[in-house]
């Protein structure tokens, strides 16, 4: 079979034929790939070839060079720059030959290639030509060349680190803006220019900086908005939204001459797709400020002055932008799918994030429009009128919605009944959401009946509003107990019994099964001493179910009914988690039932099922509750423990193995010892997997911790083992424009405190404490570098000034030298410590003042 067969198969809907021909193909690129890369490019190439086939070529060539993760792609790098130069330059030069194909999909593939091949060459210094070569493309006639000319210098700029190409920035950015011009004759090169600059900013920052050059983007990018083709304004509007997220400081003088005035006007085309990218482009101005406010207030609470400050675009166009939003919000769509966006849901987005950019001043621009509009006798009217009050529910300060909240309440409660669906739908949201966000606004006396009595009956309605009332309840339960003395008690017969009704559907329609269940799960969570008869019924009808769908487990036919029976368990174990940590260690006489049930459903679904993981997590959940008396249960399931923990290929599943072997030592204590061998064993072949995902690894050295602190001085057998893998894991160093690996790094620091806190609990106070000594020194390098990282999550301080005080207790004048480094001070006054801390911070310093004085 040839290569044009077999790529032709790669896309046949015959499975079969599929699966052996990505094999054979498979099989040739590891037997020489050389070889196979120009069997591949002599596809891509050959324009008598069907379009299709080129089209997997150019595919299958560059999945050969890059990959989503960044060691499978320093791999791939490395295998091609392995590949003769011969070899490579025939590769390319077919790969520039097809961006002028005459097949368009051809040309847009071949770009994909194109960049491919120049982020591995590129920064190794190799093909040093093609930039000059790309830039001479421009000049030619051939549209369906410069169109896929431009679409390659795109992708390059998005995926490659700008420093390789500082010194061509000024010519690309020029090639780029000078095909996006309004004089371009060819609306196609002028999206594909449009495009370019948008995956390009990034890389043009230091053009951005320069006034002069920022001035003449920014005006070929506005009159690309006044463009006659719509396509070709669709991209400059979204070229628009991402300078507003990159370069939002530089803004003030552009909305005064021209942003405000082509957005507001592009809200406004006939073209929805025109108008939602000029929606976005105002909801994108509301998220930077939503986040700026944000920032400023935190630097506020530090004593310190903001980096960037808000400009408050939104606060100054509110009046401008409000009508228009409010106006699409009327242009619902009859049937419209929930997952398909469309106008009035971009607009009924941008409300929400400006009521949250501008806050209190949005309630006197919506509140007109949402009392002429709540009782209009067009239903689009009436819904736009409901989800601008639910739009309005975030920003301003709650006691200013107080009042209208009250107001609204009856209203909204009797709009439950509709004569319209989608009214009901938006209604049972609204109300939903205030039970979220303002359940404190809501007078237990007047209104909590009537609307816990509208969800209910909304339980029966379509399946979205179902799901609505669901969610409703579900805050309703989570927020009344704190604002309120009245407990739900009294509802919770009914509203259990309407939920379990629910249930009892064969299908999960808008998922609204799940979120019954999901609602069951919360008001278990939330009940009060007075409901304990009604959640232990709940618990009996839970397991009487769990068994009857065991029993039938056999009879399952297909696919469907297959999907149906995992579901329904996993919404099992949902509500067995809530009530086994409602009930605590009072759950003991019905262990045995619980885990009779969990192990034989473990039995059955495999190890692909998720409906394993969620038995995992009963089991967990029950070694929590009982303690001790988990220790009957824990040799039948180590047998199904054990394997999940081997799952290398299933990081999900593993990393809940290892949070299970975390729950069993916290529960057993001591007694943990009988199987802490085992575990450590386990975990450490784990660390060194190389099938086994990466962050699934960070648990499993938190795990030693939790394995130190119950075993305490035993833990010596295991001592240097993890201290030296602890060593190692912290000493990474990324590479500073590895932004993944850094963020990976952050978490990877906090994962070894965590295991270092456990660790020096484990001793403290024995004689075997002194052991920690010889690695006092790394810990403390370990806890400089977690806090001097930027973007460490904020458990990381209480760890490190918890450990510092710690290490300076136990061991006083013996670690002097360590402890009077200058970092130590200084963090442990740093201004940057959560309110939360600042005791664990205050206690840290006394101990390392008196080890040092």
Request: charged fraction near 20%.
């Amino acid at each position: 079979m040839n290569a044009s067969e077999l790529l032709a198969n790669t896309l046949s809907p015959d499975a079969a034929l599929r699966t052996d021909a990505a094999q054979k193909l498979e099989n040739a690129s590891r037997e020489n790939f050389p070889a196979y890369m120009l069997m591949l490019s002599a596809e891509l190439g050959n324009e008598s070839s069907l379009p299709h086939v080129r089209n997997a070529a150019g595919l299958a060539l560059k999945n050969a060079l890059t990959a989503k993760e960044s060691a499978r792609s320093e791999e791939y790098s490395n295998r091609w720059l392995a590949v003769p130069p011969e070899t490579r330059s025939k590769i390319k030069h077919d790969s520039l030959l097809a961006l002028g194909s005459s097949l368009k999909q051809v040309g847009t593939v071949a770009a994909q290639l194109v960049s491919a091949i120049a982020t591995v060459e590129l920064p190794n210094g190799q093909w040093p030509e093609l930039v000059e070569l790309l830039l001479s493309f421009m000049g030619q006639s051939n549209v369906n060349l410069r169109v896929a000319t431009l679409q390659a210098i795109g992708f390059i700029c998005e995926s490659i680190d700008p420093s390789v190409l500082s010194q061509r920035s000024n010519e690309i950015l020029t090639a780029v803006v000078h095909g996006a011009r309004k004089d371009e004759l060819s609306s196609e090169v002028q999206f594909a220019a449009i495009t370019a600059l948008k995956n390009s900013l990034d890389f043009v920052r230091d053009n951005f900086e320069r006034e002069g050059e920022r001035n003449y983007i920014m005006q070929v990018v506005c009159e690309a908005t006044q463009n006659s083709s719509s396509v070709v304004q669709v991209a400059a509007f979204e070229c628009l939204v991402s300078i507003m997220a990159y370069y939002y400081h530089y803004m003030g003088f552009y909305m005064e001459q021209a942003l405000f005035g082509l957005t507001v006007l592009g809200m406004k085309h006939p073209d929805s797709n025109v108008a939602m990218q000029a929606v976005e482009f105002w909801s994108t101005v509301c998220d930077e400020e939503i986040n700026l406010n944000k920032e400023a207030l935190q630097a506020s609470e530090y004593g310190e002055t903001p980096e960037l400050e808000s400009k408050n675009f939104a606060k100054v166009a509110l009046p401008e932008l409000v009508p228009v939003l409010l106006t699409l919000m009327t242009r619902q769509e009859e049937d419209a799918d929930e997952d398909e966006w469309n106008i009035s849901m971009s607009a009924s987005y941008c409300l929400g994030a400006l009521s949250q950019a501008v806050q209190d001043p949005i309630v006197a621009a919506v509140m007109p429009f949402i009392e002429s509009n709540i009782r209009s006798d067009d239903w689009h009217f009436r819904e736009a009128a409901v989800m601008a009050f639910s739009c309005i529910l975030d920003g301003p300060d709650p006691s200013l919605l107080n009042s209208l909240v009250n107001s609204a309440m009856p209203i909204l409660i009797h709009m439950m009944t509709d004569s319209d669906l989608q009214v009901r739908d938006t209604v049972a949201w609204t109300l939903g959401k205030v039970c979220d966000v303002l359940v404190q606004t809501i007078q237990p006396d007047v209104h909590l009946q009537p609307l816990v009595v509208a969800f209910v009956n909304g339980l029966k309605a379509s399946p979205r509003i179902a799901a609505n009332c669901c969610w409703g309840l579900q805050n309703l339960a989570e927020g009344m107990g704190a604002y309120s003395e009245l407990t739900m008690s009294t509802y919770y017969e009914g509203v259990i019994q309407a939920l379990l009704g629910l249930t009892e559907s064969a299908n999960n329609e808008a998922n609204y099964r799940t979120a019954a269940y999901e609602c069951l799960a919360t008001w278990v969570t939330n009940s009060s001493a007075e409901t304990r008869s009604q959640i232990e019924n709940l618990l009996h009808i839970i397991l009487q179910r769990m068994e009857h769908l065991i029993s039938v487990h056999n009879q399952i036919l297909g696919m469907d009914d297959r999907n149906n029976w995992n579901d329904l368990q996993s919404n099992f174990c949902s509500v067995l988690i809530s009530i086994i940590r409602k009930f605590s260690h009072e759950i003991k006489p019905n262990a045995d039932r619980i885990m009779t049930l969990v192990l034989q459903l473990i039995s059955l679904v495999g190890k692909v099922s998720t409906v394993l993981e969620d038995a995992f997590l009963v089991v967990g959940t029950l070694a929590s509750s009982l303690e001790q008396d988990f220790a009957p249960y824990i040799t039948a399931f180590l047998q199904f423990l054990f394997p999940a923990l081997k799952a290398h290929e299933d990081s999900q599943l593993c990393t809940i193995a290892v949070g299970i072997i975390g729950d069993i030592s916290r529960a057993l204590g001591e007694k943990t010892k009988e199987y802490s061998a085992g575990f450590m064993q386990l975990l450490s072949e784990n660390l060194q997997s190389n099938a086994l995902n990466r962050d699934a690894k960070i648990p499993i050295l938190e795990c030693f911790g939790d394995i130190a602190l119950a075993i305490g001085p035993a833990f010596e057998d295991y001592l240097d083992h993890t201290m030296n893998v602890l060593r190692q894991a912290g000493s990474i160093t990324p590479n500073p424009m590895d932004y993944e690996l850094q963020d990976y790094l952050s978490v990877l620091r906090e994962g070894i405190l965590e295991a270092y806190t456990g660790i020096i609990s484990a001793f403290k106070g024995t004689e075997q404490v002194r052991l920690l000594q010889p690695h006092i020194q790394d810990i403390l390098e370990l806890v400089k570098a977690a806090l001097l990282d930027e973007g460490h999550g904020e458990p990381v301080y209480g760890l490190a000034y918890g450990i510092v005080g710690d290490l300076a207790e136990i061991f006083g004048s013996q670690i002097k030298p360590l402890l009077l480094q200058d970092w130590v001070a200084a963090e442990l006054k740093s201004r940057r410590c959560p309110p939360e801390n600042k005791q664990t911070m205050r206690w840290a310093r006394e101990m390392v003042k008196r080890a040092t004085a």
